[in-house]
C-alpha cells in the first residue's frame, strides 16, 4: 500500500497489498502536513491511521479492507512499525 503525494494531494494506491506500507513524493516536498518525520538514516514517516482510514473511505472500500488494514497494524506493531498510543503507522519515504 503506498499514499501518493503531488503537493496538492493525497492519494490512497496499491490499496489491497498489505505487504508493505510507503509514501512516494517528488524530491524535496515538505510531508510535514501528512504525519510526523523520524529521524535516521532512511527516510520515514509516522502516518496518522486515521489519515489512511480517510483515504480508503473516500474511495469507497469495503469493510473487508478495513478488517485487513487492522490485521497489518496488529502484525506489525511487534516489529515498532505501529504505534498504539500514536495511533500511527510508519511508512518508508520513496523520493522521485
Known amino acids: 500500500m503506498k499514499l501518493v503525494c503531488t503537493g496538492t ?6 490499496a ?8 512516494h513524493a517528488p524530491a524535496g516536498l515538505a510531508l ?19 489519515r489512511v482510514r480517510e483515504l480508503a473511505q473516500a474511495h469507497g472500500l469495503p469493510h473487508e479492507w478495513f478488517v485487513a488494514f487492522d490485521a497489518m497494524l496488529a502484525a506489525v506493531a511487534p516489529y515498532g512499525w505501529y504505534d498504539e498510543v500514536a495511533d500511527t ?8
Open 32 to 50: 510535514d502536513g501528512l504525519g510526523a518525520a523520524r529521524a535516521g538514516e532512511r527516510e520515514e514517516i509516522d502516518v496518522p491511521t486515521a
Open 9 to 14: 494531494s493525497v492519494a490512497l494506491g496499491d
Open 89 to 96: 503507522v510508519r511508512a518508508h519515504v520513496v523520493r522521485g
Open 16 to 23: 489491497d497489498s498489505f505487504d508493505g506500507f510507503s509514501v
